[in-house]
C-alpha cells in the first residue's frame, strides 16, 4: 500500500505538471530556418524593397529586416511572394515575419499579429500628366487601377463613381498601364507612388493629397507571441540607437534605384 501510495502520488504531480503547462498558453512556433530570420515580402515595391536581376534584394524594408535580424543574433533571408497571399504564406509556415509596406488595419489583425508601427503612411491619386483631374470627386467613370490586396484596393473598390478598378499584382505595372492609356488614374501608396512619378514627370503627377493616413507594421503569426516582443524590442533599439534614420534617410529621403 505504502508503495502504491507513492507511485499515486507521483503520478499525481507529474499530471499536475502536465496541466500546468498547458495552462501557460500557445507555444511560440519555432523559425522556418534553424539561424534565419526568414522575411516574406513583395519585392517590386520601391522604395521598400526591390528585387534585382541577380536575386539580391534592397530598399527600406530590406535594409530594417537585416538590422533586425542582426539585432536577434539571426541571419536576414527574404523570401519574394504575391502581396495579396502574404499573409496566408505568412500562417501557413513560409516565413517567420511578414515586411512588406503592410498597413495596419483591424482586418489584418484578425489573422496576424502587428509589431509597434514603423512608417507613417497614406494613400494618394497618381494621374497622367495631362489629365484635368483633381480629386477623387473627378474619377466619375474612370477605369482605376491598384495592386491586388492592399488598402488602395480597398480605397477603390468603395468609390461608386469610377467604372471599373483594376487590379495588378504589383505596383509599377498600374504605373505601365497608366503611361499606355489603359487607366485614367492609380490609387497607391504615396511614398511609393513619388518616386515613380519622379522617374517620368511628363507622363504622372500626384493630385489632391494625401487620402488616408495609414502605418506600417511588421506581421507575425499570432502562434509566435516571443517573436513579436523580440522584434519591438529591436525596433525600439533601432530607433534608439539612430540606424533607423540612417535607413530613413538613405531610401527615402535620398532614394534612388539602383
Given at each position: ?9 507521483v ?14 498558453g ?38 530594417l ?21 502574404i ?44 489629365s ?15 495592386q ?27 504605373f ?52 513579436l ?10 530607433k ?8 530613413y ?10
Open positions: 500500500m505504502k508503495r502504491l501510495g507513492q507511485i499515486s502520488i503520478l499525481l504531480l507529474v499530471l499536475a505538471v502536465v496541466a500546468a503547462s498547458g495552462c501557460t500557445t507555444q511560440s512556433r519555432k523559425l522556418v530556418e534553424e539561424g534565419y530570420l526568414t522575411i516574406g515580402t513583395e519585392a517590386q515595391f520601391p522604395p521598400f524593397e526591390i528585387r534585382k536581376a541577380d536575386d539580391s534584394f534592397y530598399g527600406f524594408d530590406i535594409a529586416g537585416e538590422a533586425i535580424a542582426k539585432e536577434l543574433g539571426l541571419k536576414p533571408k527574404f523570401v519574394d511572394t504575391d502581396f495579396a497571399s499573409i496566408a504564406s505568412l500562417n501557413s509556415g513560409k516565413f517567420d515575419v511578414a515586411m512588406s509596406a503592410m498597413t495596419i488595419t483591424d482586418e489584418r489583425k484578425k489573422t496576424v499579429n502587428f509589431s509597434d508601427s514603423y512608417f507613417d503612411a497614406g494613400l494618394s491619386m497618381a494621374v497622367p500628366f495631362n484635368n483631374a483633381q480629386t477623387i470627386n473627378d474619377l466619375n467613370g474612370a477605369i482605376v487601377g491598384v491586388l490586396g492592399t488598402t488602395g484596393d480597398l480605397y477603390a473598390t468603395d468609390l461608386k463613381n469610377v467604372k471599373e478598378v483594376k487590379r495588378y499584382n504589383h505596383a509599377p505595372d498600374a505601365l498601364d497608366m503611361k499606355n492609356g489603359k487607366l485614367d488614374a492609380v490609387i497607391n501608396d504615396d511614398v511609393v507612388s513619388k518616386p515613380i512619378v519622379a522617374s517620368d514627370p511628363t507622363a504622372f503627377k500626384i493630385v489632391g493629397g494625401l487620402l488616408t493616413v495609414e502605418q506600417y507594421g511588421i506581421a507575425i503569426p499570432k502562434d509566435n507571441p516571443d517573436l516582443v523580440k522584434v519591438n524590442a529591436a525596433l525600439k533599439k533601432l534608439e540607437n539612430g540606424t533607423y534614420d540612417q535607413i534617410n538613405q531610401y527615402i529621403v535620398n532614394w534612388s534605384e539602383e
